[in-house]
């Protein structure tokens, strides 16, 4: 890799102040005084681009600098570009062109060759009648006047065990109904002659099935629901307000004024502007009309709790409509908040927090100890709820054969490794690992594992665009003493492990709540994510701890046999996890 912990570092500080350039341009309100919903996904969307310029140029800059003999570049450019959608995909090649633009700042000769970049033809479906989705909405505000007579909880997805949260909650409080709240953006896809059929039917249907409250068929939804709410034909067809529109207007000229969008000479503020001309704007104002709805929805329905996982975008205002309207509405973050170690990592964590825990809901539940330290230092403005794991870490049920079916040798010691290969859209500079170091690390964990008679790793897996099983297999060794984990649930599979190997992960703090000690190891070593005791040396005696952090692989053998052998016979016990959970003593319910 040319990027450097140094290169991460300035990368990571560059795009912070750009970002903060950018938020103190922008003045967006709608008619019912929201503002942070639309703010918080404005920066979020432009951080996409932003960071993904700054990615391409420092890597070019620091492999210009490594190879200080080279005479020309080889430019390979798309013949077309296209900067819709809100962030980067597939269909956005831009290496190519900044390649060419620091070899002309850098006075290198340049060979250009130009490819067909082929992109699906957009915005061509045809588009529902207006007639069809005014009878949608006519169903969905039926819906609405019968929902407000009873008594429901409101979730903004069923997604990371969320629906598992809401099912206790409903076990506690049998007059409690759950409703999801469903297709929370549209796009021109979803505002299409299918799509609006399809939504029609399924509103006409859910209109029905809560008027003689008949629970959602199987087939429709497994997560035993009795309402599924489609906003999307009341979104579309409510209006952008002139005045919403004039101050997203005046916001993005103040940010053509900007002279922020440049490193190392490369100027890249062309595809920034042209982003939000063509993909962030149109989102807002998409976003505008949502919220519009979502206001309609919260206000008239009065929900006895909604609950999300995150606050971005259309769940971002669900917080902030919420907070207006006196309602109980609670974020549970599906990440975890470890106090900072450095300027660089406060920044990331704090910018990261704003879409899950540091949010406009007026409620917050709290789920680890190492969160309640966050957000006090933080001066979190809503209300704290002390729950423990949620979203995250609780074992609701486990597959005892989860080895078996992995091939798992009998009698071996389980290595879990979890990490998390991001794409492109959410690059994080300091606290992310590159795809580079993910590998990386794995290869040196096959061949620490290779050493040692009892142990066996296991790789969760999760297949991206960007790295798929095929790709990351080809990279690995070849060796009888690890298995690629993809289909297992990672609970079933982390309550069967020994340890858990893991750079910045909320892995790692799953694992201590089950009492499973972790190894932070990764990204260079350029970060210790959790309070952790460092491995230095060959130390003697090995002392316990819940979390290890190691820099030097060439002592990844002798700290992995050193944690088995000392948790062996003897589990983490609750002194050595009290600084990262939450007393069961302490611990509240939702409502």
Same mark, same amino acid.
């Given at each position: 890799?040319?990027?450097?912990?140094?290169?991460?570092?300035?990368?990571?500080?560059?795009?912070?102040?750009?970002? /903060?350039?950018?938020?103190?341009?922008? $003045?967006?309100?709608?008619?019912?005084?929201?503002?942070?919903?639309?703010?918080?996904?404005?920066?979020? $969307?432009?951080?996409?681009?932003?960071?993904?310029?700054?990615?391409?140029?420092?890597? %070019?800059?620091?492999?210009?600098?490594?190879?200080?003999?080279?005479?020309?570049? %080889?430019?390979?450019?798309? /013949?077309?570009?296209?900067? =819709?959608?809100?962030?980067?995909?597939?269909?956005?090649?831009?290496?190519?062109?900044?390649?060419?633009?620091?070899?002309?700042?850098?006075?290198?000769?340049?060979?250009?060759?130009?490819?067909?970049?082929?992109?699906?033809?957009?915005?061509?479906?045809?588009?529902?009648?207006?007639?069809?989705?005014?009878?949608?909405?006519?169903?969905?505000?039926?819906?609405?006047?019968?929902?407000?007579?009873?008594?429901?909880?409101?979730?903004?997805?069923?997604?990371?065990?969320?629906?598992?949260?809401?099912?206790?909650?409903?076990?506690?409080?049998?007059?409690?109904?759950?409703?999801?709240?469903?297709?929370?953006?549209?796009?021109?896809?979803?505002?299409?002659?299918?799509?609006?059929?399809?939504?029609?039917?399924?509103?006409?249907?859910?209109?029905?099935?809560?008027?003689?409250?008949?629970?959602?068929?199987?087939?429709?939804?497994?997560?035993?629901?009795?309402?599924?709410?489609?906003?999307?034909?009341?979104?579309?067809?409510?209006?952008?307000?002139?005045?919403?529109?004039?101050?997203?207007?005046?916001?993005?000229?103040?940010?053509?004024?900007?002279?922020?969008?440049?490193?190392?000479?490369?100027?890249?503020?062309?595809?920034?502007?042209?982003?939000?001309?063509?993909?962030?704007?149109?989102?807002?104002?998409?976003?505008?009309?949502?919220?519009?709805?979502?206001?309609?929805?919260?206000?008239?329905?009065?929900?006895?709790?909604?609950?999300?996982?995150?606050?971005?975008?259309?769940?971002?205002?669900?917080?902030?409509?919420?907070?207006?309207?006196?309602?109980?509405?609670?974020?549970?973050?599906?990440?975890?908040?470890?106090?900072?170690?450095?300027?660089?990592?406060?920044?990331?964590?704090?910018?990261?927090?704003? =879409?899950?825990? #540091?949010?406009?809901?007026?409620?917050?539940?709290?789920?680890?100890?190492?969160?309640?330290?966050?957000?006090?230092?933080?001066?979190?403005?809503?209300?704290?709820?002390?729950?423990?794991?949620?979203?995250? =870490?609780?074992?609701?049920?486990?597959?005892?054969?989860?080895?078996?079916? #992995?091939?798992?040798?009998?009698?071996?010691?389980?290595?879990?490794?979890?990490?998390?290969?991001?794409? &492109?859209?959410?690059?994080?500079?300091?606290?992310?690992?590159?795809?580079?170091?993910?590998?990386?690390?794995?290869?040196?964990?096959?061949?620490?594992?290779?050493?040692?008679?009892?142990?066996?790793?296991?790789?969760?897996?999760?297949?991206?665009?960007?790295?798929?099983?095929?790709?990351?297999?080809?990279?690995?060794?070849?060796?009888?003493?690890?298995?690629?984990?993809?289909?297992?649930?990672?609970?079933?599979?982390?309550?069967?492990?020994?340890?858990?190997?893991?750079?910045?992960?909320?892995?790692?703090?799953?694992?201590?709540?089950?009492?499973?000690?972790?190894?932070?190891?990764?990204?260079?070593? &350029?970060?210790?994510?959790?309070?952790?005791?460092?491995?230095?040396?060959?130390?003697?005696?090995?002392?316990?701890?819940?979390?290890?952090?190691?820099?030097?692989?060439?002592?990844?053998?002798?700290?992995?046999?050193?944690?088995?052998?000392?948790?062996?016979?003897?589990?983490?016990? /609750?002194?050595?996890?009290?600084?990262?959970?939450?007393?069961?003593?302490?611990?509240?319910?939702?409502?």
């Amino acid at each position: 890799t040319y990027l450097s912990n140094e290169s991460h570092i300035s990368s990571s500080r560059t795009l912070n102040k750009i970002l /903060d350039e950018c938020e103190s341009k922008l $003045s967006l309100c709608d008619e019912n005084n929201i503002k942070e919903s639309y703010r918080f996904t404005f920066i979020y $969307s432009l951080q996409a681009i932003v960071s993904y310029c700054i990615w391409i140029i420092e890597i %070019i800059h620091q492999a210009y600098k490594k190879h200080n003999n080279i005479k020309e570049f %080889i430019c390979l450019t798309p /013949d077309s570009i296209y900067h =819709g959608g809100e962030y980067i995909n597939n269909s956005q090649k831009f290496a190519g062109i900044l390649l060419n633009r620091y070899a002309q700042a850098h006075n290198v000769k340049t060979l250009n060759f130009t490819f067909s970049n082929t992109v699906s033809e957009r915005g061509n479906e045809q588009k529902p009648p207006k007639r069809l989705l005014t009878f949608s909405r006519f169903f969905y505000q039926r819906t609405l006047k019968i929902m407000s007579k009873r008594k429901f909880l409101a979730l903004t997805t069923v997604e990371r065990n969320i629906d598992k949260v809401a099912r206790e909650l409903t076990q506690e409080n049998p007059e409690l109904e759950i409703a999801q709240l469903s297709k929370l953006e549209f796009t021109s896809k979803t505002s299409s002659l299918k799509s609006a059929l399809l939504s029609l039917v399924t509103q006409f249907g859910v209109f029905f099935l809560v008027l003689f409250k008949i629970k959602i068929p199987r087939f429709i939804s497994k997560k035993n629901l009795s309402a599924i709410v489609e906003i999307a034909a009341d979104a579309i067809l409510r209006q952008n307000s002139s005045s919403f529109e004039e101050s997203l207007k005046n916001s993005t000229i103040e940010l053509k004024k900007l002279e922020s969008f440049s490193l190392h000479n490369v100027l890249f503020d062309d595809f920034v502007h042209l982003k939000i001309k063509e993909g962030i704007t149109p989102k807002i104002k998409e976003l505008e009309k949502i919220t519009m709805s979502l206001f309609n929805f919260l206000e008239k329905v009065q929900p006895k709790l909604t609950l999300s996982i995150d606050s971005i975008s259309a769940t971002c205002s669900i917080g902030e409509i919420s907070s207006k309207l006196g309602l109980k509405s609670t974020i549970i973050s599906h990440g975890s908040h470890p106090l900072p170690s450095c300027e660089t990592s406060e920044n990331e964590f704090k910018r990261l927090a704003r =879409g899950l825990i #540091l949010t406009p809901y007026p409620f917050a539940a709290i789920q680890s100890k190492l969160a309640l330290d966050f957000v006090t230092k933080y001066q979190l403005k809503s209300q704290k709820i002390l729950t423990g794991p949620l979203t995250w =870490g609780k074992l609701f049920q486990t597959d005892k054969n989860v080895l078996n079916k #992995l091939n798992v040798p009998v009698g071996k010691k389980v290595i879990l490794h979890a990490g998390t290969s991001k794409q &492109r859209p959410f690059v994080r500079f300091f606290m992310y690992e590159t795809l580079d170091e993910y590998i990386q690390t794995i290869i040196e964990l096959i061949n620490a594992v290779d050493k040692m008679n009892n142990a066996f790793l296991v790789i969760k897996f999760r297949p991206r665009t960007n790295l798929s099983l095929d790709d990351l297999r080809s990279a690995l060794p070849d060796s009888p003493n690890y298995v690629i984990s993809i289909e297992e649930r990672f609970l079933d599979v982390l309550a069967k492990s020994d340890l858990l190997v893991s750079y910045s992960s909320t892995t790692m703090e799953e694992a201590i709540e089950n009492r499973i000690p972790v190894l932070q190891i990764g990204a260079q070593g &350029r970060m210790q994510y959790l309070p952790a005791i460092k491995i230095t040396d060959r130390q003697s005696p090995f002392e316990r701890s819940s979390v290890y952090f190691l820099k030097d692989y060439s002592l990844l053998s002798f700290t992995i046999e050193n944690i088995l052998n000392t948790f062996g016979q003897k589990p983490l016990e /609750d002194s050595e996890i009290s600084e990262y959970k939450i007393p069961n003593s302490q611990r509240a319910s939702l409502l």
